[in-house]
């Protein structure tokens, strides 16, 4: 009995040594990290802020808490950003498309049509491309940890199935707060409505808009099927999501730490991107479960969108964007091979 006693205690001891040591050893302050995101806690991108506060934890022995805030509960894509720069708030995630009023070379990936697959997309991100786009956010003072992936957009409405471009003629549609939408809808002929997300379904459950466009991960977990009836696998753009973080706090982070959100960051984008291709799958058999009515566009007509965007992209080129249009297209290129 003593000797067991004993045992118990020793392993106890060793146990309780060895356990914390990685953690303890290290400069970890406990800090609480206030995350805000758009969608839903249940939607692909709740689950990978989930994953990140666990990894966060994992990582940390427990110091370092994530508390994840949804449905844009601290507000808006745009007034977090800014909530992060004022340092009023620690981490985000959202779209890079409303990130165009502080680093204006982000619009290039809102050019349609440009990648063909997720891979491509990932090559590109995480290559140097992304990434120096990404460390421009530096000196506006944020901080571009990682891309997760929204996904190919699609185009819903609640007034007629798109099958050709004229469809769209008179259409409000919804689109996110960045120019380049705005002249590639306004260029098919549609009405282009700035909105934030946040407004988004009030808006067209009101009419206020009758249509907008979003990954069918997004249609679904925000329940979109709700109120509009037409979905077109347009998949026009392929859009990211980045994890940004307050320069401002991270500055004053230790060594450890940073080094700690780095890597639950890779860890998370690595999850994110797996579980978003996966949802993603399942997506289109659901919405038509729930009553929505879902058509393709024929690869003539994407032609012919191709040739409609042409004027938004020569616009956004001569405005600026040629060099980075011109090294996108370069690294797609060389990803492509
Ligand atoms: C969520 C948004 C969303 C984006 C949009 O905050 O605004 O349509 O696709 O994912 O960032």
């Given at each position: 009995?003593?000797?067991?006693?004993?045992?118990?205690?020793?392993?106890?001891?060793?146990?309780?040594?060895?356990?914390?040591?990685a953690?303890?050893?290290?400069?970890?302050?406990?800090?609480?990290?206030?995350?805000?995101?758009?969608?839903?806690?249940?939607?692909?991108?709740?689950?990978?802020?989930?994953?990140?506060?666990?990894?966060?934890?994992?990582?940390?022995g427990?110091?370092?808490?994530?508390?994840?805030?949804?449905?844009?509960?601290?507000?808006?894509?745009?007034?977090?950003?800014?909530?992060?720069?004022?340092g009023?708030?620690?981490?985000?995630?959202?779209?890079?498309?409303?990130?165009?009023?502080?680093?204006?070379?982000?619009?290039?990936?809102?050019?349609?049509?440009?990648?063909?697959?997720?891979?491509?997309?990932?090559?590109?991100?995480?290559?140097?491309?992304?990434?120096?786009?990404?460390?421009?956010?530096?000196?506006?003072?944020?901080?571009?940890?990682?891309?997760?992936?929204?996904?190919?957009?699609?185009?819903?409405?609640?007034k007629?199935?798109?099958?050709?471009?004229?469809?769209?003629?008179?259409?409000?549609?919804?689109?996110?707060?960045?120019?380049?939408?705005?002249?590639?809808?306004?260029?098919?002929?549609?009405?282009?409505?700035?909105?934030?997300?946040?407004?988004?379904?009030?808006?067209?459950?009101?009419?206020?808009?009758?249509?907008?466009?979003?990954?069918?991960t997004?249609?679904?977990?925000?329940?979109?099927?709700?109120?509009?009836?037409?979905?077109?696998?347009?998949?026009?753009?392929?859009?990211?999501?980045?994890?940004?973080?307050?320069?401002?706090?991270?500055?004053?982070?230790?060594?450890?730490?940073?080094?700690?959100?780095?890597?639950?960051?890779?860890?998370?984008?690595?999850?994110?991107?797996?579980?978003?291709?996966?949802?993603?799958?399942?997506?289109?058999?659901?919405?038509?479960?729930?009553?929505?009515q879902?058509?393709?566009?024929?690869?003539?007509?994407?032609?012919?969108?191709?040739?409609?965007?042409?004027?938004?992209?020569?616009?956004?080129a001569?405005?600026?964007?040629a060099?980075?249009l011109?090294?996108?297209?370069?690294?797609?290129?060389?990803?492509?091979?």
């Amino acid at each position: 009995m003593k000797f067991l006693r004993s045992l118990l205690v020793a392993t106890g001891l060793a146990a309780a040594a060895l356990a914390p040591v990685a953690a303890n050893a290290q400069d970890i302050k406990p800090r609480l990290i206030r995350f805000g995101y758009g969608l839903s806690e249940s939607s692909n991108q709740g689950r990978a802020v989930k994953f990140f506060v666990d990894e966060m934890a994992k990582r940390s022995g427990g110091k370092l808490k994530v508390k994840g805030f949804a449905d844009a509960s601290l507000g808006s894509d745009i007034q977090m950003q800014n909530a992060l720069i004022g340092g009023a708030q620690e981490m985000m995630v959202g779209s890079t498309a409303t990130l165009v009023g502080i680093v204006k070379d982000f619009a290039v990936f809102d050019l349609p049509f440009l990648f063909n697959n997720e891979q491509e997309a990932d090559a590109v991100f995480d290559g140097p491309f992304g990434q120096k786009l990404a460390a421009k956010l530096d000196e506006k003072g944020l901080v571009g940890l990682v891309y997760w992936e929204n996904g190919f957009r699609n185009l819903t409405n609640s007034k007629r199935p798109v099958t050709k471009v004229e469809d769209l003629k008179g259409i409000k549609l919804r689109v996110m707060q960045n120019p380049v939408y705005i002249d590639m809808f306004n260029g098919f002929g549609a009405n282009a409505v700035p909105l934030s997300f946040s407004e988004l379904f009030t808006a067209m459950e009101t009419g206020t808009v009758d249509g907008q466009e979003n990954p069918v991960t997004t249609i679904q977990s925000s329940k979109f099927y709700e109120v509009q009836k037409y979905l077109t696998i347009s998949k026009h753009v392929y859009s990211p999501w980045i994890v940004l973080a307050s320069k401002r706090w991270f500055d004053g982070l230790s060594a450890d730490e940073r080094k700690i959100i780095n890597e639950a960051a890779v860890a998370s984008r690595d999850f994110e991107r797996k579980d978003s291709r996966d949802a993603s799958k399942q997506s289109i058999a659901y919405l038509k479960d729930k009553g929505m009515q879902i058509n393709e566009l024929s690869d003539a007509e994407l032609g012919r969108m191709r040739e409609m965007v042409k004027p938004a992209m020569d616009k956004f080129a001569a405005e600026g964007g040629a060099e980075q249009l011109k090294d996108l297209q370069a690294e797609i290129a060389k990803v492509r091979k």
